[in-house]
């Protein structure tokens, strides 16, 4: 895989955990300091991934095996990588993603229960290496996230799950937090948004300092 030259940002959270209500803010802050950002999403940011998108999160095929659900998503991730992440990368430009593989760990590994060695083999095989240079989880309860979420659209196919399924979600994603705790910045998305959007810009504002110049 090429050297990249820019920096990549996602940012993860379970549901209704604000990252749609964030993801603008952040733009804005790189673009204010002149920073030029691609903006995209997973599973999706192409073509072919937004069609893989409807059929991950559409309810046409309800009854989908957890393996062909795991390896949509990295096809949808290798699409991406190839369409999208890579070239902006490589040209210098900062990528700002909702959601990456972090994703596929707490959704398909703490959610669906597949074995995280199966998860980290294709991780290897599509990203050969790439990883977030920073991502923002946005940790709330799940009680609170599913209200927020419950107040908008109709529910997609993941939206449907238990609670029991979205609480193996956030805790796979505080494990991978706890691991990697350079990369992975908690952010509480429990309180009011504007106090949300503080801890965001402290964090953000640091790494635009650090990597400003680099
Ligand atoms: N998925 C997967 O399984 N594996 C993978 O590898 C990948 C993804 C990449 C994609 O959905 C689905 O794919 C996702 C995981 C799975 N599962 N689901 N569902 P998505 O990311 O596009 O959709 P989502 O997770 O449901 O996100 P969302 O719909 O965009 O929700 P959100 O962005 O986290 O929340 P929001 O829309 O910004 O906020 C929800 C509501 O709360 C809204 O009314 C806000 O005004 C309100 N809100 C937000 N923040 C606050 C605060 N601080 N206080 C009060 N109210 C607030």
Not at 59 to 85: N, P, Q, S, V, Y
Not at 130 to 149: C, F, N, Q, S, V
Request: one cysteine or more; glycine letters at 10%.
């Amino acid at each position: 895989m090429t050297v990249k030259k820019g920096k990549f940002i996602t940012v993860e959270g379970g549901e209704g955990a604000g990252k749609s209500s964030n993801l603008a803010f952040i733009r804005d802050l790189l673009e204010q300091s002149g920073i030029e950002v691609v903006f995209t999403r997973e599973p999706g940011g192409t073509a072919l991934g937004e069609d893989i998108r409807d059929l991950l999160l559409g309810h046409k095929h309800t009854g989908m095996a957890r393996d062909t659900e795991l390896l949509l998503m990295f096809a949808a991730r290798a699409e991406h990588l190839a369409r999208i992440i890579l070239p902006a990368l490589n040209a210098g430009k900062w990528v700002l993603c909702d959601r990456f593989t972090d994703a596929s760990y707490a959704y398909q590994g703490g959610g669906r229960g597949i074995d995280m060695s199966r998860i980290g083999a294709l991780e290897t095989w599509v990203q050969q290496g790439l990883k977030p240079d920073l991502t923002l989880l946005l940790d709330l309860p799940i009680e609170t996230g599913l209200d927020r979420a419950g107040q908008r659209s109709e529910p997609d196919r993941f939206e449907v799950e238990q609670r029991a399924f979205f609480e193996r979600v956030r805790a796979t994603y505080l494990d991978i937090a706890q691991a990697e705790t350079q990369r992975v910045h908690i952010v509480d998305a429990a309180v009011p948004l504007t106090q949300v959007q503080q801890q965001i810009e402290q964090v953000i504002g640091q790494f635009i300092q650090e990597n400003s110049n680099a």
